[in-house]
T-cell receptor, first 112, second 110 residues
Framework: GENVEQHPSTLSVQEGDSAVIKCTYS??????FPWYKQELGKRPQLIID?????GEKKDQRIAVTLNKTAKHFSLHITETQPEDSAVYFC???????????FGKGTMLLVSP | KAGVTQTPRYLIKTRGQQVTLSCSPI?????VSWYQQTPGQGLQFLFE???????NKGNFPGRFSGRQFSNSRSEMNVSTLELGDSALYLC?????????FGSGTRLTVV
């Protein structure tokens, strides 16, 4: 089955810096890659996703890039703010309708 | 529209007991997936139901089971509880826009 590795497990940045979280996946058939943000005590929420027919997608301060050949994808957050502090999970699946396999998460801490 | 509703929010059980958790997906969604979340292990897939049929199952012992009703509401059951079953259990309702998670049930086994 699919296996998703996520790094780093913890990331500390200063407000205004950029943050990058990287994930690799094992199943070359996977073609849907969402990212979820989970604030303390709250549910995971979808923040951005990408499908394998594109290499990059942006939404304001966040962007995701995908390298299908290398089987890795990354989340980029620019101009970080304290409210970006949360645990971020990457995931992969064969399609938007099949089971999602999650990475173990990255705790992002943004200091003012 | 209403989101994903999980009940109860918190639960404390004793080792050896059994527990049933409930999840109501977003209206019109027929797919429900269950995940176990523990510190350091992330979200581990338990099972997925679609139109009352289990479509996929994760690598959990047979003590973990589930079902889905005709109104798409789903329940998961854990029998003979162990201390290691303490976790946040999340269910997710699926659409073409991806997963929408419920707030989860925090299960503590003592």
């Amino acid at each position: 089955g699919e296996n998703v590795e996520q790094h780093p497990s913890t990331l500390s940045v200063q407000e205004g810096d950029s943050a990058v979280i990287k994930c690799t996946y094992s199943d070359s058939a996977s073609n849907y890659f969402p990212w979820y943000k989970q604030e303390l005590g709250k549910r995971p929420q979808l923040i951005i996703d990408i499908r394998s027919n594109v290499g990059e997608k942006k939404d304001q301060r966040i962007a995701v890039t995908l390298n299908k050949t290398a089987k890795h994808f990354s989340l980029h957050i620019t101009e970080t703010q304290p409210e970006d502090s949360a645990v971020y999970f990457c995931a992969a699946s064969y399609s938007g309708y099949s089971t999602l396999t999650f990475g173990k998460g990255t705790m992002l801490l943004v200091s003012p | 529209k209403a989101g994903v509703t999980q009940t109860p929010r918190y639960l404390i059980k004793t080792r050896g007991q059994q527990v049933t958790l409930s999840c109501s997906p977003i209206s019109g969604h027929r797919s429900v997936s269950w995940y176990q979340q523990t510190p350091g292990q992330g979200l581990q897939f338990l099972f997925e139901y679609f139109s009352e049929t289990q479509r996929n199952k994760g690598n959990f012992p047979g003590r973990f089971s589930g079902r889905q009703f005709s109104n798409s509401r789903s329940e998961m059951n854990v029998s003979t509880l162990e201390l290691g079953d303490s976790a946040l259990y999340l269910c997710a309702s699926r659409s073409e826009g991806g997963y929408t998670f419920g707030s989860g049930t925090r299960l503590t086994v003592v």
